[in-house]
């Protein structure tokens, strides 16, 4: 024993890196071993002409330490007015507070200095019309160009920068809201939204289910609603919602599926939340409401597998949840394999596995550009990084493809089980990756030692890349669209002659990334004439031909490319371009100018990764 220790104090002394401590959040100032939130309670006024939230935030605390006394916060660009603390419904009394400079990447820490430990503290504060958690649009940036709208995005560390509180994912706590709008305007959060509310300007809202942070969420414009099922329905305005109610009419199946793979919907009601076309992401889980851009309303169901996305989360993410940003695997990689399990049952196996073999060629794309370091799932503490920098795919895509290995080895009997008791044993808590593989051991492995061995398990959790043992998922329809895709490569056959009137946009997909990486630009006219890829509706298939019409100087394509990135704000779809832009000069200048035009209506999370892009490569070309 005593050996054992002496080497473990060696170890540590000597192997720092090796020794460091996963369990904390190295993205957040909150101390939440000594004192925890338990409830937040807002009462919110939406100002558009400031482009400003403002009113209280009331915490609730648990004290774990008793010799704390300070209250450590998360902000970014919020003006405090004032703290004060009480007991029970004792008197307010004012407290002082300190605002440490701000921090580029994390924001103003908030220390609230209290002479003991309070139960509550009410914090007055607004919010900048820069906070990078929320876009304010103007009504002409709207479907009917009358209303105002605005919206947060809190993930990964947001929620600071439109609340003070702790802003990490490993503390959860509930809350209640009064928000106040101008009459005409409707407000939902993630929490007890009502479909029937009648719309006055003045709405109160409950969630009483424990969540973090990154799950705070409010939104507010000219919406409406319309029911799925009992339980579900869609909240977009009135010009878009019957499109979306339709092309996602199968939420209540997608709910009931998952519920029969990994228990009882926690949650009551699912409703989907239709944004403007700005949205910087394609879907956000937010508790009750998730949140989806328009872009997959692609009229045919064939993007639907967003919304499986979001909707797993209820599970994997926001009833279990990363309780620190380095363990997002355990949020993105668990949906990502519940998403396909959810298309596989109501979409069928082909469907699946295209998405599957989609989504490996663009991890199998990105490795090439990721650190050897940040490709394991158990990744060492990233202090000091933002947790946006880190690249998705790692999360998401190994993060899946371990799960099915996993399936895979024990088969569907054990492991389908196996995670829904993962999810049932650890509903409502914050978890690490450490802390699932110790349930892996003890309630998968131990059951069946040889499906896997020791060394299999490591590699997946610790040496970058994709292990060679990993499962090959193949399919056959690709297998189609590979052969269409070389007849008109090779000039076999003319494009109006191939057959591709079954494709889905899986398809389309994979026909484009198969092409080589530039064309004449004769040939690109072929397509289009045919399939008229410029000017595309369709967000998966834009964001893969216009990065080659630039790569292939297709100058024909341009105004339609032009529109595309000025009316999308979705990053992952607009990003592709610009970063083939970038590549020449006169690119770089094109990219520049649409940019300065699109600037206005781009969220600040999408003009930040647009502004990083356009100054790295000024700065190349300027060498
Ligand atoms: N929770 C994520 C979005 C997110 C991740 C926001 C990290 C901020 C930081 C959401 O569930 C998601 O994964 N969205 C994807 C959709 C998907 C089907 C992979 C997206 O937005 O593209
Ligand atoms: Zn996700």
Redesign the pocket.
Known sequence: MRRLALLLVLLTATLPALAQDRRADEHSYAQPDKVRITDLGLDLQVDFAKRQLAGTATLTLAWADEDQRDLVLDTRDLSIASVEARNGSRKWRAVDFELAPRDERFGSKLTITLPRQYEQVRIAYATSPQASGLQWLAPTMTAGGKTPFMFS?S??IHARSWVPLQDTPSVRYTYTARVRTPADVMALMSADNDPAAARDGDYTFRMPQPISS?LMAIAAGDLVFKPISARAGVWAEPATVDKAVKEFEDTEKMIEVTESLYGPYRWERYDLLILPPSF??????NPRLSFI?PTVIAGDKSLV??I???LA?SWS?NLVTNASWKD?WL??GF??YV?NRIVEALYGKERADMEFVN?RNGLKADLADIPAEQQVLMLPPRTGSD??DAL?SIA?DKGAWFLQFLEQRFGREAFDPFLRSWFDTHAFQSVSTEQFVAFLRSELIAKNPSAITEAELTEWLSSPGIPAFAPQTVSPRFAAVDAVREAWVKRRTAARELKTAEWTTQEWVYFLEGLPASLDPERLVELDQVFRFTGTANGEIAQRWYPLTVRSEYFEARPAMSLFLRKIG???LIMPTYEALVQTADGLAFASQIYLMAKPGYHP?TSASVEALLAKAKAASAQ
């Not at 910087?280 to 889980?285: A, C, L, V, Y």
């Open positions: 995005q993930q990964a990154y910087p992401f394609g879907g956000m889980e851009t597998s967003l499986a996305h979001e989360h993410g997002m949020n993105e949906t990502s998403e989504s947790p946006e998705g998401y979705r990053r992952k999370i």
